[in-house]
């Protein structure tokens, strides 16, 4: 069972930035997909970003330009660089776990979700 720990939020003015982490255990980190959404209040949890197991990348147009995953293998740790933010970016940013080795925005292709960490963006 995939267990899924985000962290690195925190509140930040408009223009900063930030780096969330998310930690990863319980099968072979590698072989998956990974992936960030974010929900914010009164909102529907979207989708930010995915790497897929090679590395490739796909990020929602919201946030491209401004926002970058990685993962790390060896660590079994996916992370998303954020910058230029906006207040418009304040949510719950999720960690979440692939099905397959390559994954898009469709909250179905992922079978483990983290916690979740609070990111605040202020004017």
């Known amino acids: 069972q995939v267990q899924l720990v985000e962290s690195g939020g925190g509140s930040v003015q408009a223009g900063g930035s930030l780096r969330l982490s998310c930690a990863a255990s319980?099968?072979?980190?590698?072989?998956?997909?990974m992936g960030w959404f974010r929900q914010a209040p009164g909102k529907e949890r979207e989708f930010v970003a995915a790497?897929?197991?090679?590395?490739?990348?796909y990020y929602a147009d919201s946030v491209k330009g401004r926002f970058t995953i990685s993962r790390d293998n060896a660590k079994n740790t996916v992370y998303l660089q954020l910058n230029s933010l906006r207040p418009e970016d304040t949510a719950v940013y999720y960690c979440?776990?692939?099905?397959?080795?390559?994954?898009?925005?469709?909250?179905?292709?992922?079978?483990?979700w983290g916690p979740g960490t609070q990111v605040t963006v202020s004017s």
């Open positions: 790497v897929n197991w090679r590395g490739n990348t």
């Open positions: 979440a776990a692939g099905r397959t080795a390559v994954v898009g925005p469709n909250k179905d292709d992922y079978v483990a």
């Open positions: 319980g099968r072979t980190f590698s072989a998956y997909a």
